[in-house]
């Protein structure tokens, strides 16, 4: 998304959730470490999925 001609500007939202994510993660990337976030995880995904098909010019 940062790479994206648009500039990371354009997708505001889905870089501050994959941020939050990286923050809550700690930068622990553990089996442990992830099945204690995995509501998190997938709640991150669902709604990263949600705003992509909400811009469906930006989902390729």
Same mark, same amino acid.
């Given at each position: 998304?940062k =790479? +994206?001609?648009?500039?990371?500007? *354009?997708? &505001?939202? &889905?870089?501050?959730?994959? =941020?939050? %994510?990286? =923050?809550?993660? /700690?930068? /622990? $990337? @553990?089996?442990?470490?992830? #099945? #204690? *976030?995995? @509501? %998190?995880?997938?709640?991150? $995904? +669902? $709604? ?5 098909? =909400? *811009?469906? +010019? /930006?989902?390729?």
């Amino acid at each position: 998304m940062k =790479g +994206d001609a648009k500039g990371p500007g *354009h997708f &505001p939202e &889905p870089i501050a959730l994959i =941020g939050k %994510l990286n =923050g809550a993660l /700690d930068g /622990d $990337r @553990s089996f442990e470490n992830l #099945k #204690k *976030h995995q @509501s %998190l995880l997938i709640g991150t $995904r +669902d $709604r990263i999925n949600t705003w992509m098909q =909400g *811009h469906p +010019d /930006d989902y390729r």
